[in-house]
Nanobody, 115 residues
């Protein structure tokens, strides 16, 4: 059983920045590949970024050059630094880990980009 708790969402103006955090309860956090997804109202949940246990990162084309995923294994936390935010980035953002046969999700944190 893994618990994921996201934080850091909010309302920001276009061009602004936010940093999301996801704290994981598992002691094997450093061995896990982690991901961030987002879901806008009426749309499917889409992959935003992933980071492997070794630190290799991958990004959706729509966020490349603007978002950065990172991790702190000592704090069992994965981050998503979001810069140059656009209205189309508005969504609920979810932390994810796949462990064994189970996909774990956090409760989500809302990001709204609006002037």
């Amino acid at each position: 059983q893994v618990q994921l708790v996201e934080s850091g969402g909010g309302l920001v103006q276009p061009g602004g920045s936010l940093r999301l955090s996801c704290a994981a309860s598992t002691t094997i956090f450093s061995m896990l590949n982690m991901g961030w997804y987002r879901q806008a109202p009426g749309k499917q949940r889409d992959l935003v970024a992933t980071i492997t246990s070794g630190g290799t990162t991958n990004y959706a084309e729509s966020v490349k050059g603007r978002f950065t995923i990172s991790r702190d294994n000592a704090k069992r936390t994965v981050y998503l630094q979001m810069n140059s935010l656009k209205p189309e980035d508005t969504a609920a953002y979810y932390c994810n880990v796949h462990l064994g046969s189970t996909n774990y999700w956090g409760q989500g944190t809302q990001v709204t980009v609006s002037s």
